[in-house]
């Protein structure tokens, strides 16, 4: 007999098996922003132990377009209740305790959480605005994360301890989702190595031309000497090559080369003036640079 294939709940995805616990926060104002720092990140499993006051005017004021995240928030009464049902759990904290617990930073607690969602829900715990979490709810976490702040001053607001962590696990998310290609999300935007560049990077031969007409623009302005070349092109060759300019950017420069050179067809004319800027020239490179070639 043929089996007919049972059909499949939802899908739940590793960001959405990450719990959010903040235990007996005092302000709600709070609560809201840490509903958007989580809603920023792509979280949205918030669970509330004993809140001073929710859901209220003030939590939905700051939670500004994550309203939704407020609205789903489980309110429990014990850390116990919100942590029953996990298979890892994590407590923050900005202050070591008398008998040292595991203590993982940011990143790795990132890493271990993502990778637990395979086999269930993982707690992320947060304490009190005033005295953080007590030593017994520590001992409930598995693990805890101390983000490294400024010992002298190390307790972070409550939402932004959230958001550094709840950034750490984005990152996890963008590079597990990414596969072998980096993620766009992660390529630096600005990078003309990136792909979406809007020209393409100069060749190895434009950027010589370049070189060579430069190097003749500046003989002719008598700005360098062949003879003489100190480290002039060795320096401006290193300037150009770090700068990687694309194909049109070279053009501009060969551009500007070719008016330099138009311009200058009088100058050129004139020793008494091109004396004198030479004269600069020879200041600006000759100092430290040794031998001509070195
Ligand atoms: N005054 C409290 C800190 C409260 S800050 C104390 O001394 O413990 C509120 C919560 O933000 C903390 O309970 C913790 O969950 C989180 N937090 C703040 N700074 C942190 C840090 N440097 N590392 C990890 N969690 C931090």
Known sequence: MRKTALPSGPTITPM??????LVETSHSGNIGAVARAMK??????????????????????????????????????????????????????????????????????????????????????????????????????????HIPSNPDYSSLNLAMAVQVICYELRMVHLEQHAG????????????????????PLAKVSDLEGFFHHLENVLVDLEFHRRDKPRQLMTRLRRLFQRAQPDEMEINILRGILTSVEKASGDNVRRPEQMGKRSGEAKAIVSDDEGPPDA
């Open 16 to 21: 959405e098996k990450v719990r959010i616990v």
């Open 40 to 145: 920023n990140m792509g979280l949205a499993n918030l669970w509330l132990v004993k809140p001073g006051s929710f859901p209220d005017e003030a939590s939905y004021a700051r939670s500004s377009g994550a309203s939704d995240v407020l609205d789903r928030a489980h309110v429990v009464d014990t850390l116990d209740e919100a942590i029953a049902d996990c298979v890892l759990v994590m407590g923050t904290s900005a202050r070591g305790r008398k008998v040292p617990w595991p203590v993982i930073p940011p990143p790795d607690a990132a890493a271990k959480t993502y990778a637990h969602t395979e086999q269930g829900t993982v707690a992320l715990v947060f304490g009190r605005e005033n005295h953080g979490l007590s030593n017994d709810e520590l001992q409930r976490c598995h693990f805890h994360i």
């Open 180 to 199: 072998a290609d980096k993620s766009p999300e992660l390529r630096p935007m600005t990078s003309p190595l990136d792909t979406g560049w809007d020209r």
